[in-house]
């Protein structure tokens, strides 16, 4: 694992590639004797560059490059002359969509859904940074046959439906709850929730009107959520892809790709044992179904270059079979290195400390709203401790509690390694110490004392 670190006024950077090459060469005739035998043949055979000052091997191996501060002193005085913008890598792509954040309707948001919308927004800065034009998509679940149940819910407790909102439902995790409740324990209520199901899918416009209001009430709830953030996204739901799903199954009938097996009708993907099932037995829609459909939407439609999934890794096979089966219509090329492409970014989960999937002492998972009010709680409190409070506005302490109390939950996600697990934790996910060396980037980029590139040219030798 390549490392960064700031001492002694040097910028360093250490890789342990050697260790790991070592282990793949050891037993098998080499001539080297060991991980700093091949740490000096990497260091001998690094190409010069304007970057490097000196390259040193230490300890078992360990490759530590200095790089140089004439070249960072000249990086970043061309920063300040020719724009930040400068900096940005141009990827042969111009628009790309990125997938993420992704709730169900009438669920609350939870601290498992904060990794797919921090890595999704933040992939999705990186891009616009390297000015692509970037499509933010919020794939909620918002059909399916959970709205039967809920519908008849709702019909149950507000008989004037329409005139319900947020403050007259109230927690919308517990509505879902008590509406499941009820489908499992009353068969009649379970069968009038059926039925609103295919009225909901045959419009009938009552139910339509009625899912449109539990919707727009879990909207509502997921904005202010990311508003918190400053996290932008267009929703695009399951609903949206479902007009869509018949003409592209029929089309990839008609290419021979969907084939009948024990009553449902699948593609058989090369190399994997299921089949990916795109019409169930009983004739309904999954989803797979509104995968696909949706993924010929974004290149067909929305014509976009580059389309990245930011889901768990769980749904790794899930995703690259739905890839498969498009290379396999044509939509996409069959190299790695063509455009249009596809990628799965996959993340570990949040675990609570006994290792499983985190949730309280109420067996439910926490809420992302209360992770932060948590998190702007505790840095208003440290603010008021350091004496900001005297000293400071409360419009001032506010806003500063919530840019470093959020910022820190942030933080604390993308400071994981991106596949694996990690364990949920108040403070640590709440620590607002960051490194030293992001500190002091950041304070070098905004030291108001540097009255010109010049000056801070000088600094950076000095």
């Given at each position: 694992?390549?490392?960064?670190?700031?001492?002694?006024?040097?910028?360093?950077?250490?890789?342990?590639?050697?260790m790991?090459?070592?282990?793949?060469?050891?037993?098998?005739?080499?001539?080297?004797?060991?991980?700093?035998?091949?740490?000096?043949?990497?260091?001998?055979?690094?190409?010069?560059?304007?970057?490097?000052?000196?390259c040193?091997?230490?300890?078992?191996g360990?490759?530590?490059?200095?790089?140089?501060?004439?070249?960072?002193?000249?990086?970043?005085?061309?920063?300040?002359?020719?724009?930040?913008?400068?900096?940005?890598?141009?990827?042969?792509?111009?628009?790309?969509?990125?997938?993420?954040?992704?709730?169900?309707?009438?669920?609350?948001?939870?601290?498992?859904?904060?990794?797919?919308?921090?890595?999704?927004?933040?992939?999705?800065?990186?891009?616009?940074?390297?000015?692509?034009?970037?499509?933010?998509?919020?794939?909620?679940?918002?059909?399916?046959?959970?709205?039967?149940?809920?519908?008849?819910?709702?019909?149950?407790?507000?008989?004037?439906?329409?005139?319900?909102?947020?403050?007259?439902i109230?927690?919308?995790?517990?509505?879902?709850?008590?509406?499941?409740?009820?489908?499992?324990?009353?068969?009649?209520?379970?069968?009038?929730?059926q039925?609103?199901?295919?009225?909901?899918?045959?419009?009938?416009?009552?139910?339509?009107?009625?899912?449109?209001?539990?919707?727009?009430?879990?909207?509502?709830?997921?904005?202010?959520?990311?508003?918190?953030l400053?996290?932008?996204?267009?929703?695009?739901?399951?609903?949206?892809?479902?007009?869509?799903?018949?003409?592209?199954?029929?089309?990839?009938?008609?290419?021979?790709?969907?084939?009948?097996?024990?009553?449902?009708?699948?593609?058989?993907?090369?190399?994997?044992?299921?089949?990916?099932?795109?019409?169930?037995?009983?004739?309904?829609?999954?989803?797979?179904?509104?995968?696909?459909?949706?993924?010929?939407?974004?290149?067909?439609?929305?014509?976009?270059?580059?389309?990245?999934?930011?889901?768990?890794?769980g749904?790794?096979?899930?995703?690259?079979?739905?890839?498969?089966?498009?290379?396999?219509?044509?939509?996409?090329?069959?190299?790695?290195?063509?455009?249009?492409?596809?990628?799965?970014?996959?993340?570990?989960?949040?675990?609570?400390?006994?290792?499983?999937?985190?949730?309280?002492?109420?067996?439910?998972?926490?809420?992302?709203?209360?992770?932060?009010?948590?998190?702007?709680?505790?840095?208003?409190?440290?603010?008021?401790?350091?004496?900001?409070?005297?000293?400071?506005?409360?419009?001032?302490?506010e806003?500063?509690?919530?840019?470093?109390?959020?910022?820190?939950?942030?933080?604390?996600?993308?400071?994981?390694?991106?596949?694996?697990?990690?364990?949920?934790?108040?403070?640590?996910?709440?620590?607002?110490?960051?490194?030293?060396?992001?500190?002091?980037?950041?304070?070098?980029?905004?030291?108001e004392?540097?009255?010109?590139?010049?000056?801070?040219?000088?600094?950076?030798?000095?």
């Amino acid at each position: 694992m390549d490392c960064f670190s700031i001492s002694n006024r040097e910028f360093l950077w250490c890789s342990n590639n050697a260790m790991g090459l070592w282990s793949k060469i050891k037993g098998k005739g080499t001539q080297f004797r060991g991980p700093p035998a091949v740490g000096e043949a990497i260091k001998n055979n690094l190409p010069t560059s304007e970057m490097i000052e000196s390259c040193s091997v230490a300890g078992p191996g360990f490759v530590n490059v200095v790089l140089s501060k004439n070249w960072m002193a000249k990086s970043i005085q061309k920063m300040l002359i020719e724009g930040i913008d400068t900096w940005a890598p141009m990827p042969p792509v111009k628009r790309a969509v990125v997938d993420f954040s992704s709730p169900n309707i009438a669920k609350e948001m939870h601290v498992g859904h904060l990794r797919s919308t921090i890595i999704g927004d933040t992939l999705a800065r990186m891009l616009e940074f390297s000015k692509v034009e970037v499509l933010r998509r919020n794939h909620v679940g918002d059909w399916g046959t959970q709205f039967g149940m809920l519908i008849e819910f709702l019909f149950e407790k507000f008989p004037n439906f329409e005139d319900a909102n947020e403050t007259a439902i109230g927690d919308l995790q517990a509505f879902y709850k008590a509406s499941k409740q009820r489908f499992d324990a009353d068969p009649a209520f379970k069968e009038k929730a059926q039925q609103a199901v295919v009225r909901l899918q045959g419009g009938e416009d009552k139910y339509r009107r009625a899912w449109a209001q539990i919707c727009e009430i879990s909207r509502n709830e997921f904005h202010k959520v990311y508003q918190r953030l400053g996290v932008h996204l267009e929703e695009k739901g399951e609903s949206f892809y479902n007009p869509y799903i018949p003409e592209v199954i029929e089309a990839l009938t008609k290419q021979g790709l969907v084939e009948e097996s024990q009553g449902a009708r699948v593609i058989f993907i090369e190399g994997v044992n299921i089949p990916l099932i795109v019409v169930k037995s009983d004739g309904g829609f999954n989803y797979a179904s509104t995968d696909l459909a949706a993924l010929w939407y974004r290149l067909n439609e929305e014509k976009a270059d580059w389309i990245i999934y930011v889901t768990d890794v769980g749904q790794q096979q899930h995703f690259d079979m739905v890839f498969k089966a498009a290379k396999r219509a044509g939509w996409l090329p069959h190299g790695d290195g063509s455009y249009p492409k596809t990628s799965h970014v996959g993340f570990g989960l949040v675990l609570g400390e006994d290792g499983k999937r985190f949730r309280t002492r109420n067996t439910e998972v926490v809420r992302l709203v209360d992770l932060l009010d948590e998190a702007k709680s505790r840095s208003k409190a440290a603010l008021i401790e350091r004496g900001k409070g005297e000293e400071w506005t409360e419009e001032e302490i506010e806003s500063t509690a919530e840019a470093v109390g959020y910022g820190a939950v942030k933080y604390a996600d993308l400071k994981n390694n991106r596949l694996t697990n990690y364990t949920f934790n108040f403070d640590q996910m709440l620590n607002d110490k960051v490194p030293k060396q992001l500190l002091f980037i950041c304070c070098m980029l905004m030291l108001e004392s540097v009255q010109s590139s010049g000056d801070l040219v000088k600094t950076l030798r000095n």
